[in-house]
Nanobody
Framework: QVHLVESGGGLVQPGGSLRLSCAAS????????MAWFRQTPEKEREFVAA????????YGPTSVQGRFTISRDNAKKTVYLQMNSLKPEDSALYYC????????????????WGQGTQVTVSS
């Protein structure tokens, strides 16, 4: 089982940027697909972005396309989510996940999950 720890969340003003990180430990993750999901109390868990072990990418809602960028550094066992031009509706608990399928946009396709990092976009 892969242990995932997210970091980088926080409070940011609308239009600002954050970079989330997901550090993995345990079995090798360089051949695993990695993804970011987000969830709020009012909405179901939402697929944000995924990246294959060869760094092919897939993005979720059109609202994040062009603003969010997923990347990975296999040597550091870390996946990143660069978030620019943040909006209040981006506020959520962001989760990192690891799985064997790509592209996979459903949470049940991922076996390992982090605890999440909170992102709040507010003035």
């Amino acid at each position: 089982q892969v242990h995932l720890v997210e970091s980088g969340g926080g409070l940011v003003q609308p239009g600002g940027s954050l970079r989330l990180s997901c550090a993995a430990s345990g079995p090798p993750v360089d051949i695993r697909a990695m993804a970011w999901f987000r969830q709020t109390p009012e909405k179901e868990r939402e697929f944000v972005a995924a990246i294959s072990w060869r760094s092919a990418t897939e993005y979720g809602p059109t609202s994040v396309q062009g603003r969010f960028t997923i990347s990975r550094d296999n040597a550091k066992k870390t996946v990143y989510l660069q978030m620019n031009s943040l909006k209040p509706e981006d506020s959520a608990l962001y989760y990192c996940a690891a799985g064997n399928l790509f592209p996979a946009r459903v949470g049940s396709d991922y076996r390992d999950w982090g605890q999440g990092t909170q992102v709040t976009v507010s003035s």
